[in-house]
């Protein structure tokens, strides 16, 4: 009868602590809402198209656009942002580069709940690849995150605003050439 108890015992342990890696397993929920800055152009504005807000920037090629947002972590476990993952979404004029808190941190801590603030560098370039007045966009980002100190997991997080700005006319694009652009 001893035997019995503690063989269930024994299996009721493992499925409390089997449901708990799989509540800790979850993925990470992010999302981003709210106040935004920019620096690292001379010119931005913002407006809304339908559902759509987007931020409009002047392009200086070679620049980098430093772009901070709010990130709110959705999630029941605190997580840590490790920065950029390795794969990025595809953009023609903006290369992403870096990823610190508006501190100059690497990493931002979130408890369940916590919102903090990150800023995304974008250096600007390709305009001789693109036909003048063509444009590139950035509508989100893809964070490195570790949950409870453990897992492991790149996320992606919609950004609350649509980054898009244009490639300028040949005299403000210096490495155009009368072939470099297609038509257009």
């Avoid at 807000?53 to 605190?78: C, H, K, M």
Wanted: net charge neutral; aromatic share 4%; charged share 20%.
């Amino acid at each position: 009868m001893l035997r019995k108890a503690l063989v269930a015992l024994a299996v009721l342990a493992l499925l409390l602590v089997g449901g708990g890696v799989a509540v800790a397993r979850s993925t990470p929920a992010l999302s981003s809402h709210g106040r935004t800055a920019v620096a690292g152009t001379d010119a931005t504005t913002v407006f809304t198209i339908a559902d759509r807000t987007v931020r409009q920037i002047r392009y200086d090629d070679g620049g980098t656009l430093r772009y901070t947002f709010p990130v709110t972590n959705d999630g029941r476990l605190p997580l840590t942002v490790l920065g950029l993952a390795d794969e990025q979404p595809k953009t023609r004029l903006f290369t992403y580069t870096g990823l610190t808190t508006t501190d100059g941190a690497r990493t931002l801590h979130l408890g369940p709940g916590e919102t903090g603030r990150l800023t995304l560098a974008l250096k600007m370039g390709g305009c001789e690849s693109l036909s003048a007045r063509a444009g590139a966009f950035v509508t989100e980002v893809n964070l490195r995150t570790e949950q409870a100190g453990v897992f492991d997991d790149d996320v992606t997080l919609t950004l609350p605003e649509e980054v898009h700005t244009g490639s300028p006319r040949e005299a403000f694009c210096p490495r155009s050439t009368a072939t470099s652009r297609p038509p257009g």
